[in-house]
């Protein structure tokens, strides 16, 4: 199984509306990531979870918060967001020592906020 | 800053063999190579990485010049199925904890192939 699960795959939320982004890798990673892209832009790295501890926050707002339950799972939670936050939000998984193996996407969540 | 520059777009020919450039003229000692590609409406995929010295996989080779200053991404016979964007990531492998360690992606090359 190589496969990153995001749910869901479509999303469309009030500015006022709380929501949260699913992720899940049963590959054994101990490395997961949260990007944000935006139409016809390259993916922006948000936030990395190492061994389930925040080990980076790409100067994220707070309105975006980052949860890991467990090695397999990766949560974004999501309240007051901007119409400007809607973009392909991305999820993907590494093994630690992922400078020399592959890191695995998802395919995305697309949030719409109105 | 940008580390790596591509040409924006890129056209080919199906079952033609197609040469993606990157140059990465302030490459550090320990910096690693990587290309990933995304192709439409699917999150990016890895493709291959080196340091040194040129690397084969099943998907493509990777050609990194002596002073490696650049490389050269190889699709040996592309299909239509490889038309994406293909981006060109350095990884310091001395900074795998901060921002520089992770894939930062930068603009990549569009790749269009023709039938």
């Known amino acids: 199984d190589t496969e990153v699960t995001q749910t869901p795959k479509h999303l469309v939320m009030g500015m006022t509306n709380k929501k949260s982004l699913k992720c899940e890798q049963h590959?054994?990673?101990?490395?997961m990531y949260w990007y944000k892209q935006k139409a016809k832009k390259p993916p922006e790295l948000m936030f990395v979870?190492?061994?389930?501890?925040?080990?980076i926050n790409e100067s994220v707002p707070s309105r975006f918060s980052p949860e890991c339950p467990n090695s397999s799972l990766l949560n974004l939670h999501l309240h007051a967001l901007q119409p400007e936050d809607s973009a392909l939000y991305l999820c993907?998984?590494?093994?630690?020592?992922?400078?020399?193996?592959?890191?695995?996407f998802g395919q995305g969540t697309r949030l719409t906020v109105v | 800053d940008a580390k790596t520059t591509q040409p924006n777009s890129m056209e080919s020919n199906e079952e033609e063999p197609v040469h993606l450039p990157c140059n990465h003229s302030?490459?550090?000692?320990?910096?690693?190579i990587h290309w990933y590609r995304q192709l439409p409406s699917q999150g990016p995929e890895y493709v291959i990485h080196?340091?040194?010295s040129n690397v084969n996989n099943r998907m493509a080779s990777l050609a990194i010049a002596e002073d490696r200053k650049s490389s050269t991404l190889i699709l040996h016979r592309a299909t239509l199925r490889d038309a994406a964007v293909y981006y060109c990531i350095l990884r310091d492998v001395l900074n795998y904890g901060g921002s520089q360690g992770n894939l930062i992606f930068g603009k990549g090359t569009k790749l269009s192939v023709k039938p």
């Open positions: 302030t490459i550090s000692g320990t910096d690693y």
């Open positions: 080196g340091l040194t």
């Open positions: 993907a998984s590494s093994r630690e020592d992922s400078l020399f193996t592959e890191a695995f």
């Open positions: 979870y190492s061994y389930e501890k925040l080990s």
């Open positions: 590959m054994g990673h101990r490395a």
